[in-house]
């Protein structure tokens, strides 16, 4: 295992692991994006796919475990690689350069990054660790989504994570190998083409349910 952990104490081994575990929790998202549109069919149709979701429950701990797993390894590794990067360029340019098609997504990958972070927390405390008992998974998240408050927070966050996938995911192609002319233009509309799905759906969510309910 010594060629493992050889690899992962360089900074491409780091890299590589931030581009698998990038790339495993948009396959999530992909899957939560789907479900969670059965928000716009209705109650009974969220209420439904919440209850086969638990039908499945000792696979969905195992998963959730992989995610905690996955989230650990991409934040530490983030935050090693920020503070390396940080280091070696610790007086910044008097211009802002921005030669190399650098982007907003590139420019602030730590940044949004770490909201995401702040965001999930929120989101876990405000859905999945809320007591459920006398209510149901529509009703808890209809209720929250009554906040203004929480509306805007949501909103702002949905378009964070949309800036943070829009360059991670090809990015996280580019890490793995798949750097050829033939292929990146089309893995990076597909990933603008994925960020403003999440961006529009997920964002969409509390807009929807605040002037239905």
Known sequence: MSWFTETLATSIGKKLLMALTGLGFCLFLV???VGNTTIYVGSEAFNAYAAHLHEYEPLIRVMEMGLLLFALIHVITGTILFFQNFGARPNRYSVNRRAGGRTIGSATMPYTGFLVLCFV???LADFHFVDKSGTTIW???ADTFQNPLYILTYIIAMVIVAIH???GFW???QTI???HPKYMPFIMGLGIAFSVAVGIVFGFIPIFLSTTV
């Open 31 to 33: 899957g939560h994006l």
């Open 121 to 123: 927390i929120l989101h």
């Open 139 to 141: 009703n808890i998240v």
């Open 165 to 167: 996938i829009s360059h």
């Open 171 to 173: 990015s996280a192609f």
């Open 177 to 179: 190998g798949a750097n």
